[in-house]
């Protein structure tokens, strides 16, 4: 079955230390996205990309960054940059065709 | 992009059908309107999509006036299993295009 797939599905980081999110899609869609949701809130946009070896800033993008070396993966990385990392971050693909399928998210939390 | 005006909480009973409506007075001619359903630490998954008048699947229905300013989603007789957030998105699914999620609305379904 084609899907998109996040791992790991909980991550705890350490004050300092930056953690790479994984994101693999099956689905050959051309565009991928990252989100990040807070308790009660919607989801912001951190990074997208719409093809392979290009990517832009979502509204939330600093103390964030990715890449998109291959079409399928597009992994995310939390630098220790990001002051208030403790949030559940959502992975996305879209095709102009099928819309959007999401992951099923990681939570990541700082201890 | 479109902005998009939901409730943010809605509260029903199980078995009733539940309304939720979408503003979005300023659509484009190429935007489509989407509904995306999220359980908590799960990722959205779609419910349905429309471009104008009326368009029902097995999970619900979409009914989308003429000037498109708006959009309703329907639940028929819902379960306690309903209970999620709904977002309402505005896009042009013809394009790889970043679509921004606000808050949603917040649906509990009361036994």
């Known amino acids: 079955d084609g899907g998109i797939t996040q791992s790991p599905k909980y991550l705890f980081r350490k004050e300092g230390q930056n953690v790479t999110l994984s994101c693999e899609q099956n689905?050959?869609?051309?565009?991928m996205y990252w989100y990040r949701q807070d308790p009660g809130q919607g989801l912001r946009l951190i990074y997208y990309?719409?093809?392979?070896?290009?990517?832009q800033k979502g509204d939330i993008a600093e103390g964030y960054s990715v890449s998109r070396e291959k079409k399928e993966s597009f992994p995310l990385t939390v630098t220790s940059a990001q002051k208030n990392p403790t949030a559940f971050y959502l992975c996305?693909?879209?095709?102009?065709?099928?819309?959007?399928?999401f992951g099923s998210g990681t939570r990541l939390t700082v201890v | 992009l479109a902005k998009t005006t939901q409730p943010i909480s809605m509260d029903s009973y199980e078995g009733q059908e539940v309304n939720i409506t979408c503003s979005h007075n300023?659509?484009?001619?190429?935007?489509?309107i989407t509904w995306y359903q999220q359980f908590p630490s799960q990722g959205p998954r779609f419910i349905i999509q429309?471009?104008?008048t009326k368009v029902t699947n097995e999970v619900a229905s979409l009914f989308i006036p003429a000037d498109r300013k708006s959009s309703t989603l329907s639940l028929p007789r819902v379960s306690l299993s309903d209970t999620a957030v709904y977002y309402c998105?505005?896009?042009?699914?013809?394009?790889?295009?970043?679509?921004?999620f606000g808050k949603g609305t917040r649906l509990h379904i009361l036994p």
């Open positions: 998105l505005v896009g042009a699914m013809n394009r790889d295009d970043k679509i921004i």
């Open positions: 689905l050959n869609h051309d565009a």
């Open positions: 990309s719409q093809i392979v070896n290009d990517f």
């Open positions: 300023n659509i484009a001619t190429n935007d489509y």
């Open positions: 429309g471009y104008k």
């Open positions: 996305a693909s879209s095709s102009r065709v099928e819309g959007y399928t």
